[in-house]
């Protein structure tokens, strides 16, 4: 299988600097027999900093750099004169990147915004020069500080992709086609399962110069929360979406019972996705009558709004794009209130989980064998 270039998981090992040493140094010039303490103090540690970049969409050009070191400090010299500062390491991320302490699993950040800014390690204090410890009793000190060691931790940085609307749905289901539909996004499309093997993005046009994102899931299977299939590694996208398009193929045996499915999947992973704005879209109506909708009908699901589309005739993609846009907009539903307000909340990781979760060396496809046989 190809490498891929979408690249939403990555860990590196971070460095601040340590700090300078003060200086112990004792003037000496001609004609000053007594000149005193003059050592100057050390410069600070360069720190590690984490910065928003919104010409990033994926965190691709670190996965071959897994070692950030940042500047050490200067050590002080004579004549009072400070050390130099450490050179500071930026790491830029794409927005939308969630940071996590490898180690233990603990959240630490969020970088939403372009430019935003975080530091992750702060680089150590430089020492005191001796002319600071000079005092009517001791005017002649031959000491100085030591600077702050530095700090050092390895981090696991998330992509979750930014979106409007997120797709959800069991392989094959139809929504890389509506993606293609929709948007100029030009998704792979095939009948087979696990076609897409990762997030798309797609921007729909709407009336009056508006539009809306629109993000391509991979497909997800039952027991995809307990790492069934592409199991948590994609799930997570779906976090920042402010509204969720169930899509069911309509030649499926029971609508309502593949609808409890993706949403169990949903809650286990993470409960607060059931806060979500909720549209269910029936597939493929075009291999339908209208007779057989209406007969469909009994077998949806309660209190979600149902829409029949076909991707490849185009029936109902105005009424979709009307609901979503509704929807998306209402107050309820606003992408902008959830990354303003802060109302994602971000659960630290199982550290026991996450080799399973994000093993580099884990081979796929042998998972997918298995699954595609169940699906079958």
């Not at 200067?74 to 940071?99: F, L, R």
Request: aromatic residues 8%; hydrophobic residues 35%.
């Amino acid at each position: 299988m190809s490498e891929s270039n979408f690249i939403d998981y990555v860990k590196i090992y971070c460095r601040s600097g340590k700090g300078g040493s003060g200086s112990a140094h004792m003037h000496r010039a001609k004609y000053v027999p007594k000149g005193g303490p003059d050592g100057g103090n050390g410069g600070r540690g360069g720190h590690v900093i984490l910065r928003g970049n919104h010409n990033y969409w994926t965190l691709l050009h670190l996965r071959y750099e897994r070692h950030i070191y940042a500047e050490h400090g200067a050590n002080g010299s004579k004549n009072k004169a400070t050390g130099k500062q450490g050179a500071d390491a930026y790491i830029e991320v794409p927005c939308g990147t969630v940071v996590y302490n490898a180690e233990t699993g603990e959240y630490i950040c969020d970088i939403k915004e372009h430019n935003q800014e975080f530091i992750l390690l702060h680089g150590g204090r430089g020492g005191l020069g001796n002319f600071n410890f000079a005092t009517s009793t001791n005017q002649a000190p031959r000491y100085a500080q030591a600077g702050e060691p530095m700090m050092e931790m390895s981090v696991i940085l998330e992509l979750k992709l930014l979106a409007d609307v997120g797709l959800v749905g069991f392989p094959n289901a139809g929504k890389s086609t509506l993606v293609s539909s929709l948007s100029s996004a030009k998704p792979k499309i095939a009948n087979y399962p696990f076609t897409t093997l990762e997030p798309s993005l797609g921007i729909v046009q709407y009336h009056d110069s508006k539009s809306f994102v629109i993000a391509d899931i991979p497909g997800i299977i039952e027991g995809a929360s307990e790492g069934k299939g592409l199991g948590l590694r994609f799930l997570r996208h779906i976090e920042r979406n402010s509204l969720l398009l169930f899509m069911i193929p309509c030649d499926t045996d029971s609508i309502k019972r593949e609808y409890d499915i993706l949403l169990n999947e949903l809650s286990t992973f993470n409960k607060e996705l059931l806060d979500k704005g909720r549209i269910l879209a029936v597939t493929k109506c075009d291999l339908i009558d209208e007779d057989l909708m209406a007969m469909l009908t009994p077998d949806l699901p309660q209190g979600v709004k149902t829409v029949f589309i076909s991707s490849v005739t185009g029936y109902g993609l105005d009424k979709l794009k009307d609901i979503l846009w509704n929807e998306m907009n209402s107050e309820s539903n606003k992408l902008s209130t959830i990354i303003t307000q802060n109302t994602l909340v971000h659960k630290s990781k199982e550290i026991n989980q996450l080799p399973r979760a994000y093993s580099e060396e884990e081979s796929l496809d042998i998972e997918w064998v298995d699954d595609i046989e169940e699906l079958e």
